[in-house]
């Protein structure tokens, strides 16, 4: 079985130029087989909120919401480097909350990281969780928190103007304590500049190849979400169409009674004789 890596195994392969491949997963099945496959990370992303519960958006995602997810993909994926996801509100009142809630994460979620939206405006709260000890992966650029302020899930730092503000909060998660940063929907050029200047690993996801490793959603990448795919998501494969037709041959052999089949069905071992007449004793005294 696979050792499980540390931070700083991610940082040696951000030197040795490996590439750190990690996927966005909610629960412990999809965590099992990521594990079987050598998936490098992890991160349970707040993302649960459309996938799993059916909402808009992240915000209404809990403390409480996440830690369980958290604790479900750690019990299938026991060997694989976890990084929970802070929901909106949990970091954002005071630098106390932020490193409260950091805390649960690690104790209660078993992660080995969290992760947190926001640059300049957030780095006393990344300060403050770093120097409790634990690991934070920054997130910057798209930050889908943030959105309704945004005007929506729009790409940043298209031109000069806004480049720079995604540059600045680059460099304000670093100085504030970030070990690993993630770019959200963020051009290539934008983005292959903040890998060029930050001795962090700095990984994407819609940034372009210029990255230190990728991260896409399992939904996106298995065809499961059929609501919206983003540009920067490829599908794989299409668990979506295999799962809807197995849907439609259970109902149509449930509908025929070809299902249960004789292969599906338990066997009566006791005696059959003493059984029937235990049976109709039995119904005779029924009394309903």
Not at 56 to 75: E, F, K, L, N
Request: charged share 20%; net charge negative.
């Amino acid at each position: 079985m696979a050792k499980k890596k540390t931070i700083l195994d991610l940082q040696q392969m951000k030197a040795n130029g490996e590439q750190a491949a990690w996927m966005v997963i909610y629960d412990s099945c999809l965590a099992s087989f990521a594990e079987e496959v050598g998936m490098d990370m992890i991160l349970v992303g707040d993302s649960m909120g459309m996938i799993i519960y059916g909402y808009d958006g992240t915000v209404p995602v809990t403390m409480d919401m996440s830690i369980a997810h958290c604790q479900g993909v750690r019990r299938g994926a026991p060997n694989t480097y976890l990084i929970g996801d802070m929901p909106f509100g949990s970091y954002h009142a005071s630098c106390e909350d932020a490193v409260n809630n950091a805390v649960r994460f690690i104790k209660e979620g078993g992660v080995d990281a969290i992760k947190l939206e926001g640059g300049v405006a957030i780095a006393d709260k990344i300060r403050a969780i770093a120097n409790a000890g634990i690991v934070v992966f920054g997130h910057i650029g798209l930050t889908p928190q943030s959105s309704a302020a945004m005007g929506g899930f729009k790409v940043q730092g298209k031109n000069t103007a806004t480049a720079k503000a995604v540059i600045d909060d680059a460099v304000a998660v670093y100085k504030a304590g970030a070990r690993t940063l993630l770019l959200e929907g963020v051009p290539e050029e934008t983005a292959s500049f903040i890998h060029k200047i930050l001795p962090i690993p700095v990984y994407g996801i819609g940034a372009g190849a210029d990255c230190d490793g990728q991260v896409i959603l399992a939904a996106d990448a298995l065809g499961m979400y059929k609501n919206f795919t983003p540009k920067f998501a490829k599908k794989y494969c299409n668990l979506g169409e295999v799962a809807t037709q197995g849907m439609r041959d259970y109902i149509s052999e449930v509908k025929a009674g070809t299902f249960p089949a004789p292969e599906h069905k338990y066997k009566f071992t006791g005696d059959k004789d003493e059984f029937a007449a235990f049976l109709a004793e039995y119904e005779k005294n029924l009394d309903l």
